[in-house]
């Protein structure tokens, strides 16, 4: 099945609230489970920049397991930014010189001031028109040590199937959501696409890629031998 891409950044209120509002307990808690059970031993990272973090769930997952990083959220629009910023406020216990940064930035034209310790991302590459953007962005933003997670969903075999994802784990969603995770898995990238990404971009030596659902793959570092 062809790709068929979906707007790059989630700016429509409607779409915005009920992407916000919506229960993702059970996706995302299994995907930081993933994430932590892929994690160095005792890694602690000092940095950590979240791409694409949208109303912040993963956000603040992340910053419950590594509360004395300095974090960067970074989402293109402000809508989810401010939706992001809000959800903070209310668990960030700041510590003196902690750095908590929200960057209403385009991917494109993100340029860190210096490399992040941990580069996390979930459910942003399926957005971009060029996927090379993305890549060029984990690229700008990591040191040999980084340590890089990217989650997404991958596009299935047919319309079809897309029906009965939908069905299967958005059924009780508002129509909105509903819409919005199809059109997602219509414009995500498959597998094999994001394989040949890697290698395109001379970073399959160092991550790891697999499927870990019927929707969704992981990409992580490799262990450091
Ligand atoms: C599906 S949401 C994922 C949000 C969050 N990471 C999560 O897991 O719930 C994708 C987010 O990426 C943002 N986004 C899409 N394209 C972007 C770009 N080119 N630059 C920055 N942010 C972008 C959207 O605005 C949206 O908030």
Redesign the pocket.
């Given at each position: 099945m062809v790709r068929i891409p979906e707007p790059?950044?989630?700016?429509e209120p409607t779409q915005v609230e009920s992407?916000a509002h919506a229960d993702?307990e059970t996706a995302?808690s299994f995907l930081i489970r993933k994430f932590q059970d892929r994690l160095p031993i005792r890694f602690t990272p000092e940095s950590i920049l979240d791409l694409?973090?949208?109303?912040g769930?993963?956000s603040s997952r992340l910053y419950s397991q590594f509360a004395d990083a300095n974090f960067t959220f970074?989402?293109?629009?402000e809508f989810?930014l401010d939706l992001c910023k809000k959800r903070m406020d209310i668990m960030v216990l700041k510590k003196r010189n902690q750095k908590i940064e929200f960057k209403k930035?385009?991917?494109?034209e993100f340029v860190p001031e210096s490399p992040y310790d941990l580069v996390f991302?979930?459910?942003?590459l399926h957005?971009?028109h060029d996927p090379f953007e993305f890549w060029g962005a984990v690229q700008r933003s990591i040191h040999s040590d980084s340590f890089i997670f990217i989650s997404d969903l991958m596009r299935p075999d047919s319309l079809t199937i897309a029906d009965q994802l939908v069905v299967r784990y958005a059924n009780d969603e508002p129509e909105v959501l509903k819409t919005d995770f199809y059109n997602?898995l219509l414009a995500a990238y498959r597998i094999e696409e994001v394989k040949e990404m890697l290698e395109i971009v001379r970073l399959d030596t160092k991550l790891n890629l697999e499927p870990i659902t019927d929707r969704h793959w992981i990409c992580y570092s490799k262990p450091r031998l």
């Open positions: 790059e950044l989630m700016e992407y993702f995302h694409g973090c949208g109303p769930d993963m970074l989402d293109g629009s989810m930035e385009l991917i494109q991302s979930n459910s942003l957005h971009l997602s």
